[in-house]
């Protein structure tokens, strides 16, 4: 009797386990004829399944504290910048390492163990360490080695300090720009983060450069098809077409019009704050000329009335609830009968997949949300908006998405939306 109860967990075990075996074979067997992101993807997750699985749930402990040590070892390695002092083909001494560095050759040992145990770095011989792919990408020069900073600026600070800050604040969601775990775990709680951002040189650059590379790699066109504004634009000749409300230095404007070459660019407005404006009027991007740049904050106003489409993207999930309802209502304030509101963002499922719960949780550190496509519909609600249309990414880009809004009319036309994938 005491052997069949001790059996099955063991045959529940076995059985998933072989699940998570044929699914990573499959997703392999993808990967190698495809070589794509999303199959990629596949891979990662099937394996990640797979560890799951196989890990006991009594050394979980030793596995997050195996994962802690990584990070803080490759967080001060980093800003040492000892990846920057092995050579990128062959190996370094310890001493050598130790002597550039100005440390004790003892602690250098200590701190390469955790990157060299865990296939960070590569041990060569007893006392001499080499770069692998993993580690190459560490050095000053790789926009990449600058998103790994960003990982423990923008997540580990603020993680750090969050048992403290709802014991300060009480457990309930960051609802204004300051008074947030961002700006709480660097001693300004008072201040809104880039108030933060901007009295810190070092860290405003590594934030810019990181964002780059983060938004370069999101896809700005590709989801929603404009061939419908493409033919309003013709019909009503002096109207505003496009307004990219917080656009940056025009990315999106830029990826849009090359997906529908017949959109107007001249009937382009690009706004973001006057700073950014400047910047992007300083570059003087060709492709950009014909666009209208206009200086503009969001939070109080809208200077651009009756446009077709007013786009938005990747923005709202910076603030709360609250604030983005307001956000969304000056929107709606300027909207025509007949405008359409393009939100392009992230849409949570339920349960959420492992990239958007750690967005959601990220972004609770900044005061910001990803938000379900239920408390969407919420805070659009409270701002005189519906959803009229959800189109979604696919393979990587899966839970991106661009909701398409319109004014909600007495009649309540416009409740009732539908999806293109």
């Known amino acids: 009797m005491s052997g069949t109860s001790t059996d099955i967990p063991h045959v529940k075990l076995d059985e998933e386990l072989r699940a998570a075996a044929a699914e990573f074979s499959s997703a392999v067997d993808t990967f190698t004829s495809k070589h794509d992101d999303a199959s990629r ?58 002597r550039k560095l100005n440390a004790e050759t003892s602690l250098v040992e200590r701190i390469v163990g955790v990157l060299t145990s865990q296939g960070i770095l590569q041990a060569v011989g007893t006392d001499h360490v080499a770069h692998t792919p993993r580690s190459s990408i560490l050095v000053p020069d790789n926009p990449l080695g600058v998103l790994y900073q960003l990982v423990w600026d923008n997540n580990m600070v603020g993680f750090f300090h969050l048992e403290e800050y709802f014991a300060r604040y009480g457990r309930k969601e960051p609802q204004a720009m300051n008074h947030i775990p961002a700006t709480f775990a660097r001693g300004c709680p008072e201040k809104q983060f880039f108030e933060y951002l901007a009295g810190n040189p070092a860290y405003f650059q590594r934030f810019m450069v990181g964002m780059h590379v983060i938004e370069s790699k999101s896809p700005a066109a590709g989801i929603y098809d404009f061939t419908w504004l493409a033919e309003k634009a013709k019909k009503e000749p002096e109207r505003p077409v496009f307004v990219d409300v917080g656009g940056g230095r025009g990315h999106a404007i830029l990826a849009i019009h090359q997906e529908f070459p017949q959109l107007p660019m001249e009937r382009f407005v690009l706004q973001d704050r006057e700073e950014t404006i400047d910047a992007v009027v300083a570059e003087g991007h060709s492709q950009l000329h014909k666009v209208q740049k206009l200086a503009a904050d969001f939070h109080h106003n809208q200077p651009t009335k009756g446009a077709m489409v007013y786009f938005i993207r990747r923005c709202l999930h910076n603030y709360s609830d609250t604030l983005c309802s307001k956000i969304l209502g000056i929107l709606a304030g300027a909207m025509a009968g007949d405008s359409k509101l393009l939100i392009q963002e992230d849409i949570r499922p339920v349960p959420p997949d492992p990239k958007t719960a750690y967005l959601d949780f990220l972004m609770m550190t900044y005061g910001g949300k990803e938000r379900t496509l239920q408390c969407w519909e919420q805070v659009l609600g409270n701002a005189g908006l519906v959803i009229s249309c959800v189109s979604r990414g696919s393979g990587p880009w899966e839970s991106l998405a661009v909701m398409e809004c319109v004014k909600r009319t007495a009649t309540g036309s416009g409740d009732a939306y539908h999806e293109v994938v």
Do not use: K
């Open 41 to 98: 993807q596949m891979v990662t997750r099937a394996a990640e399944r797979a560890l799951a699985s196989a890990r006991d749930p009594s050394t979980t402990w030793m596995d997050d504290a195996f994962e802690m040590s990584r990070l803080g070892a490759t967080h001060l390695f980093q800003v040492w910048g000892g990846f920057d002092q092995i050579p990128s083909e062959g190996a370094v001494s310890f001493a050598e390492l130790a």
